[in-house]
């Protein structure tokens, strides 16, 4: 269900906050039909809404790209408390440096060796990833794959990139917005099972 209407049409007073929640992506247009992106027409209208008429926007999303792109500070929540408030830049800092994402065999044998690197800021695996933040990522790639050789871990995939807000919501909570919308999405499975047994 996608709920775009009520940020499209002018407010009919002039309210000093917004309160709304984006229910879910916006289907992407079609590009050869040279037609705007209705989700980034949404987010022009939430900036401008917020810049021209000073009008302040409160935004709930599990969407960690529109909140970096939307926000001017962001709350991460967790069950119901505030775990970190600021800019997205600042949270952004907090996990400093690069993340260098490995996939690999045998993560937990490669995970442990990392951790022992006095180069290594902090080691988060998550399946058959390993995300590791350290500084001058694109330094680091040749050491995490010489300790891997050396373990005889085989590494499918070695991504490098800088930290994200999802990244902070992983720090802070220990398990990413994907795992937190598959449980939410299972818990319902579950009771709609229930109620079908009944």
């Not at 990244?167 to 909570?173: E, R, S």
């Amino acid at each position: 269900m996608y709920e775009a209407s009520s940020y499209l049409e002018p407010p009919l007073h002039a309210p000093g906050v917004v309160l709304d929640e984006l229910i879910g992506p916006l289907p992407q247009a079609n590009k050869s039909q040279n037609l705007l992106d209705p989700r980034r027409a949404i987010w022009g209208y939430i900036l401008a809404l917020n810049r021209r008429e000073e009008v302040t926007v409160f935004l709930t999303t599990h969407y960690m790209e529109e909140a970096d792109y939307l926000s001017h500070r962001v709350a991460i929540i967790d069950r119901g408390r505030i775990l970190a408030v600021d800019e997205p830049r600042n949270l952004k800092d907090m996990i400093g440096g690069d993340v260098v994402i490995v996939s690999c065999s045998d993560p937990g044998p490669l995970a442990e060796e990392l951790m022992r690197q006095d180069w290594v800021r902090e080691v988060k695996t998550r399946g058959s990833e390993i995300s590791v933040y350290v500084d001058r990522g694109e330094k680091k790639i040749p050491e995490i794959v010489m300790i891997a050789e050396k373990l005889g871990v085989a590494v499918d995939s070695i991504l490098l990139r800088e930290p994200t807000l999802e990244d902070v919501y992983l720090k802070f909570t220990g398990r990413s917005i994907r795992e937190e919308i598959a449980d939410a999405v299972e818990k319902m499975r579950n009771i709609a099972r229930r109620r079908m047994r009944r």
